[in-house]
């Protein structure tokens, strides 16, 4: 379901603040040396909260390999956002874009819309709207990349 770009796209400098305080921001820098399936989603959004159980099966499948996940709420506060995580004990990394910057650049056809970056920070391929993210043909595909 995924569209793959002819060319890969380079990413402008953004810094996307994580939701664990401890945590790390998300910049593009962030995306060196591993794969990331890269999502922008919201609490509110249908869609998006159908298919995060498949993002959190993804992330714990991959766990070990050079992958890792990067959800980043679009336009919502931290509590929202913190508690709706913590109700559904989702344990992949979650990032904050309250203002809703990094999602209309982003996420411009609407959320959720997910990206897959390669090593070397670059989007290779990109699908708007909700799928399961844990099927053998996709993780097969993310595994060979984590492997290059």
């Known amino acids: 379901g995924f569209h793959v770009f002819p060319k890969p796209i380079e990413r402008p400098a953004f810094t996307a603040e994580a939701l664990d305080p401890s945590a790390q921001a998300l910049t593009p820098a962030s995306f060196s040396g591993t794969v990331t399936l890269l999502n922008f989603w919201a609490t509110w ?14 992330a714990a499948r991959m766990k070990g ?14 509590e929202t956002v913190r508690s709706f995580i913590a109700e559904k004990g989702y344990s992949f990394p979650v990032y ?7 999602g209309s650049s982003f996420a411009s056809q609407g ?30 595909i993310l595994e060979e990349m984590a492997r290059q």
């Open 111 to 140: 959320i959720p819309t997910t990206y897959i970056v390669d090593k070397r920070g670059r989007v290779v391929a990109g699908i708007v709207g909700a799928r399961e993210y844990d099927g053998e043909k996709l993780i097969a």
């Open 96 to 102: 904050l874009d309250p203002e809703g910057s990094l």
């Open 65 to 78: 390999a050079a992958f890792r996940v990067a959800a980043v709420s679009v336009g919502e506060k931290r």
């Open 45 to 58: 959004c249908p869609p998006c909260k159908g298919e995060l159980p498949s993002i959190d099966r993804l």
